[in-house]
């Protein structure tokens, strides 16, 4: 876009130069900029690569924590964090018509305000209570009255609204990611409020039981749906932002699932980044997976997410009238999917799942004729196990467990004859005439 102005270059030296700029300088100051201030279509259009190593990251926070730390106080005061969140909101009623006329000018300008909301949001969690957060969205100028929605409400549903209606398309696709990320940023608190459950936070409480909450089916099918399309990002989006999941609060799953709340991920935020060249669906899978969860040790209300993922019917099999389903998917290609992807942490969480919960799943895994093609890449993360953690092969152990635990299956694992070409990464000795039994 020619018009547009360099704010956010990629190079160090710009990263560091952000302290100085005018734009934000003057979003973080005492001046209250409406959301019809011309200001916010000027800083909206500014031309940025994202950081894409830790170094670029590290640099392009520690550039901006002077002015965060501004915004932390001076928000409560102006509201220009509410305004900009307005911005988004009243551009949200337009973004549909966009995506269909392809505008790529306004689809682009509200990703950048995406952006901006989840990088002072990321702030905002790592260093402040939940309960301090939420009142960062819910400011109340002098001159308005209290919304009968608190804007925090507002703004979660839109953003549910805006993951889930949005089509995955080159145009759109950093939007998508976008969207997502800036979810699963708020749904973050989690990880930073040790003692306290899911449930007694103000997203998960809007998540499970509030207005967004409605969307509960189009979400979990939505995101299952992209993580079975793999679809992956757009040639010019590769350099910038590869594998890197939202600056490392989602990187931990595993640490979150099985851990409990207790500590923040232990593992570096870093070392996603740049590795898939299909971010969307990994962060989409990630999402199903933190909703499924949380939220399951209350008796306050169950967790509609859980519902959802465990009663999925197949659109594949004409026979199934999916009465008791809430939504179908193809069980084919989800389960095509899942062996193509399970040397990751996070796929092989989800077939154990849907193996220990969704009946209908486990019932076409157990009678598939192609077992092997989920079977062998298990043996292989059991095999690399030094390379694997911990997490990984109990699951993998759990699942092969969980499997041959049917006759069926039995049956036909013992009757499929591996080719070595299937298993060339054992080594030890020539594979000839061995069934995938033993």
């Not at 020619?2 to 190079?11: V, W």
């Not at 759109?172 to 990611?177: G, I, K, R």
């Not at 040790?297 to 959802?308: I, K, L, Q, V």
């Amino acid at each position: 876009f020619t018009s547009t102005r360099d704010l956010m270059g990629a190079s160090n030296s710009n990263l560091a130069d952000l302290s100085k700029n005018e734009a934000l300088n003057r979003l973080v100051s005492k001046e209250v900029l409406s959301p019809s201030d011309p200001f916010w279509n000027s800083l909206l259009s500014y031309n940025f690569k994202l950081p894409v190593s830790k170094t670029d990251w590290k640099t392009f926070e520690q550039s901006i924590e002077e002015l965060q730390k501004r915004f932390l106080i001076s928000n409560l005061k102006t509201g220009n964090f509410v305004s900009l969140l307005r911005v988004i909101l009243l551009r949200h009623s337009e973004l549909k018509n966009s995506v269909l006329t392809e505008n790529s000018l306004f689809i682009w300008q509200t990703y950048n305000a995406l952006f901006i909301v989840r990088t002072v949001l990321k702030f905002m969690v790592e260093r402040i209570k939940e309960e301090d957060v939420v009142k960062q969205f819910n400011v109340i100028l002098p001159d308005e009255e209290e919304e009968t929605v608190s804007m925090f409400t507002s703004f979660l549903s839109c953003l549910v609204e805006l993951v889930v209606e949005t089509p995955t398309g080159d145009h759109t696709y950093a939007l998508q990611l976008e969207g997502t990320r800036l979810l699963l940023v708020m749904l973050s608190p989690v990880l930073y409020s040790p003692g306290k459950p899911a449930h007694q936070l103000t997203a998960w409480r809007e998540m499970m039981t509030g207005q967004a909450s409605v969307m509960v089916v189009p979400l979990i099918c939505g995101l299952l749906l992209r993580y079975m399309e793999q679809t992956q990002a757009p040639p010019n989006m590769m350099g910038d932002e590869g594998g890197s999941l939202v600056l490392g609060l989602a990187s931990g799953v595993w640490n979150i699932l099985t851990l409990g709340y207790s500590s923040v991920s232990s593992t570096d935020p870093g070392e996603g980044e740049g590795g898939s060249n299909t971010p969307l669906a990994d962060i989409s899978l990630t999402l199903v997976l933190l909703l499924v969860n949380h939220c399951t040790d209350t008796s306050a209300f169950t967790n509609p997410y859980r519902e959802a993922l465990f009663t999925f019917s197949n659109a594949s099999d004409k026979s199934d009238s999916g009465m008791s389903s809430l939504f179908r998917l193809e069980y084919p290609t989800l389960y095509t999917t899942l062996a193509n992807t399970l040397h990751t942490d996070e796929a092989t969480l989800l077939l154990y799942l849907l193996l220990h919960r969704n009946p209908g799943f486990r019932n076409f895994v157990l009678a598939a004729t192609d077992v092997d093609q989920l079977v062998i890449p298990i043996l292989q993360t059991l095999y690399r196990a030094p390379e694997c953690n911990n997490h990984h092969i109990y699951m993998s152990l759990i699942i092969l467990l969980i499997l041959s635990e049917d006759e069926l299956f039995n049956q036909t694992v013992h009757g499929c004859i591996l080719r070595s070409q299937q298993v060339s990464w054992y080594t030890e000795r020539a594979i000839t005439e061995l069934s995938l039994g033993g």
